[in-house]
């Protein structure tokens, strides 16, 4: 069965850069049509998308934070890798991975709490 | 701001059936971009409830379906029942500068 599991540090100081994994199972980044997501979700807030990255390679980023984002994929190692770059405490919020065949995530990992403070 | 526009809240009795809006535009919904909800119980991940806009995926009770009409889409739930007392989101794909996809500001149900 199709299982995602985020991991990263718990807390990153303001000006960081925040470095996720996703590790995968289940299916495979090289066919055709697969994805994987990242979306964030402030406490108490609502679901924001954030990237996605394809089996061709091909990478979407929110405009909003595009500039501040990278997504990679290491398909030998069945694992996406989404950077954020100059953390804010306003980036302080549960991040998830999840896995896509179309127009949205169909399986999602069990997020990861990323508290930004000094 | 929510690309897409749902209720902050809704409520219900056990057994009413409750509907949830998610309100679009020209450039996601409206453009023919189909909707997804998912269900976020207190302290979980997001569940796909629904794709393609009135889809299923396997174990999800027939008590939950899915529309869409023009810039819109709706949660219905019939036969309301304690634990569906959750967050609902709905999801779909812009081809606006608001990125690829979008989500609307969530729905909190609440069984009475």
């Known amino acids: 069965q199709i299982t995602l599991k985020e991991s990263g540090p718990t807390l990153v100081e303001p000006t960081q850069t925040l470095t996720l994994t996703?590790?995968?199972?289940?299916?495979?980044?090289?066919t055709i049509g697969v994805g994987v997501g990242w979306i964030r979700q402030p406490p108490g807030k609502a679901l924001e998308w954030l990237a996605l990255i394809y089996w061709n390679d091909d990478k979407a980023y929110s405009p909003s934070l595009k500039s501040r984002l990278t997504i990679t994929k290491d398909t030998s190692r069945n694992q996406v890798v989404l950077r954020m770059t100059n953390m804010d405490p306003v980036d302080t919020a549960t991040y998830y991975c999840a896995h896509s065949v179309g127009s949205g995530g169909d399986y999602w990992g069990q997020g990861t709490l990323v508290t930004v403070s000094s | 701001q929510s690309v897409l526009?749902?209720?902050?809240?809704?409520?219900?009795?056990?057994g009413q059936r409750v509907t949830i809006s998610c309100t679009g535009s020209s450039s996601n919904i409206g453009a023919g971009y189909d909707v997804q909800w998912y269900q976020q119980l207190p302290g979980t991940a997001p569940k796909l409830l629904i794709f393609l806009n009135s889809n299923r995926p396997s174990g999800v009770?027939?008590?939950?379906?899915?529309?869409?009409?023009?810039?819109?889409?709706?949660?219905?739930?019939?036969?309301?029942?304690?634990?569906?007392?959750a967050d609902y989101y709905c999801q779909s794909y812009d081809s606006s500068l608001s990125g690829v996809w979008v989500f609307g500001g969530g729905t909190k149900l609440t069984v009475l």
């Open chain 1, 22 to 30: 996703c590790t995968f199972s289940g299916f495979s980044l090289k």
């Open chain 2, 5 to 14: 526009t749902q209720p902050p809240s809704v409520s219900g009795a056990p």
């Open chain 2, 61 to 85: 009770p027939d008590r939950f379906s899915g529309s869409k009409s023009g810039t819109s889409a709706s949660l219905t739930i019939t036969g309301l029942q304690a634990e569906d007392e």
